[in-house]
């Protein structure tokens, strides 16, 4: 599996959570840029294909695996979009990165949705603590073998 760079969740075009692994030349406002972005791409494919047709956008270095799922947030009466994405270094498989990446994601999704269904989603300070459910799931792929060997070695 390629080195996972970062994993988080997008709404309305926002980072609502990020847990970056590995730098990679991204600013905060980058950041916003890139959610914005993102979010339009995943709408667009949903809107022109079908809602779940596009699960990976690969480039020449980096993948990012997204998936969706709908929430409830403050006092709206209808679900929105919420997406889970990680952008991680391009494997020789990327089906096969695929296979493993995505299912996790959606954990991540469920378990968000689960916990904060309905709840003001303006306030991103009150998701900082669920980082460490996604740095359970993403975070021993997120470091590298030096980054390993050095914790088995020292």
Known sequence: MGL???????????????????????????????????????????AAFSTSSLEYIEGKKKVIFFTRDSIFSGGEKEKEPILAYVIADKDKNVDKEREKII?????????????????????VSEFEHFKKEIDEIFSAAGTSVDQRLKGVFY
Not at 26 to 33: P, Q, R, T
Not at 106 to 114: A, D, H, T, Y
């Open 4 to 46: 996972i760079r970062e994993c988080g969740l997008l709404f309305r075009g926002y980072t609502l959570i990020n847990s970056q692994y590995h730098e990679f030349g991204s600013s905060v406002k980058d950041k916003d840029l890139r959610s914005g972005l993102l979010t339009a791409i995943i709408d667009f494919s949903g």
């Open 103 to 123: 299912p996790d994601l959606k954990k991540i999704l469920n378990r968000f949705v689960e916990q904060f269904n309905g709840s003001n989603l303006s306030y």
